[in-house]
């Protein structure tokens, strides 16, 4: 059984991990239906932790529980749910960005330089190979949420918060050639730079350039 392959680690986060990773190949396409007891016998676990963890990527978006109909993966966006995450993004990302550039400490600074340089490295293979898509997308979802975080606003933390498992989907379901990851890079160094320099305007404006750039990249403006 897979409950028995690792004493360490929780089995539902094992499962949480297996299936994130399955999305992340494509091996589980958008819309998919997700059994719950066609799981267990694939994956060799209990249905119990299955469930938690399917309750948990509910949460982040990427998996969507319809009554009477179980879970299926959250099918792609469309084109008019993006430009809504956009507007959103636009309203929260750039003042958090300016916040954060107000209230820089030499260990948040070191955080989001090893995220920003991960996610560089990720930017040549993030379109070819899993795990070049799992570093990018890893990668940016640390490098935006270690500044809402540092932003100091409980308030707008937490609706970025909110709104994150909504940016998990528009990441997780770029199609493979279309990331932008090597776009995105230089974006995220000038987001850096201008947040290392506490220069909190410019912070805000290389977050606006950034979330529109994405934006445009993914509906192939």
Do not use: C
């Not at 932008?180 to 230089?186: E, I, K, L, S, V």
């Amino acid at each position: 059984m897979a409950e028995r392959k690792s004493a360490r680690q929780p089995i539902a986060d094992r499962m949480y991990d297996v299936l994130l990773h399955q999305f992340m190949s494509g091996e589980r396409g958008a819309g998919e239906s997700l059994n719950i007891g066609a799981l267990s016998r694939e994956l060799d676990v209990s249905q119990t932790p299955l469930r938690e963890a399917l309750a948990r990527l509910e949460y982040t978006g990427l998996v969507q529980r319809e009554a009477l109909r179980g879970y299926r993966v959250a099918p792609m966006m469309t084109r008019a749910e993006v430009e809504q995450l956009k507007e959103a993004r636009l309203v929260l990302e750039p003042r958090l960005a300016h916040h954060a550039a107000l209230r820089i400490t030499p260990e948040f600074l070191t955080a989001l330089d090893e995220s920003m340089n991960e996610f560089e490295r990720s930017a040549d293979a993030a379109d070819m190979e899993t795990e070049g898509f799992d570093m990018y997308w890893r990668s940016d979802n640390r490098f935006h949420g270690l500044i809402a975080e540092q932003s100091g606003n409980q308030f707008l933390a937490l609706a970025y918060a909110a709104l994150s498992g909504q940016i998990q989907r528009f990441r997780l379901f770029s199609k493979f050639g279309r990331t932008g990851a090597r776009q995105a890079a230089p974006e995220h160094r000038a987001i850096f730079d201008a947040i290392a320099a506490g220069d909190s305007d410019a912070a805000a404006e290389s977050m606006r350039l950034h979330v529109l750039g994405a934006t445009e990249r993914l509906l192939g403006n």
